[in-house]
């Protein structure tokens, strides 16, 4: 009588992890892009000045790019309205500090009537961002 022989067939397994790491590195490098990108706030080119840093928790940011157009922490509003929709925004923050962020392209008329009717809303506290000074090479 022949023995029969039980074949033992090992059954190996491997996780090819080629595609995984494919799609994270894609993932990665579109997260790197695109990030920058996210940044919260109104693009303008500030003016430079000589001038002392800030630290302000809590701030109300009105910034007029070169378009001029005016926006209010990010909501879009005309010079015509401007005055309106502010001061209904400012109505219940009035010990907030409120700055400036004008494009040095805007016209100076438009930054002045941008400030009177700040001060007509009842702001007290009104600062203007710019830009540091690059450093003098002796």
Not at 42 to 69: F, G, M, R, T, Y
Not at 100 to 120: E, F, H, S, T
Request: hydrophobic letters at 45%.
């Amino acid at each position: 009588m022949k023995q029969l022989r039980k074949r033992r067939h090992r059954i190996e397994s491997e996780l090819n992890i080629t595609n995984l790491v494919d799609v994270v590195f894609t993932l990665l490098i579109i997260f790197m892009i695109t990030a920058p990108m996210m940044t919260t706030g109104v693009q303008v080119d500030l003016p430079k000045a000589d001038a002392q840093n800030v630290e302000v928790e809590q701030s109300i940011q009105i910034a007029i790019n070169d378009h001029n157009e005016i926006f209010i922490d990010e909501m879009r509003a005309n010079p015509v309205e401007f005055r309106q929709k502010f001061t209904e925004y400012y109505r219940n923050r009035t010990e907030v500090p409120v700055f400036v962020n004008a494009d040095k392209k805007v016209p100076y008329g438009l930054v002045v009537r941008v400030i009177a009717d700040l001060q007509q809303a009842g702001v007290v506290k009104l600062g203007f961002l710019t830009q540091p000074l690059p450093p003098n090479k002796s």
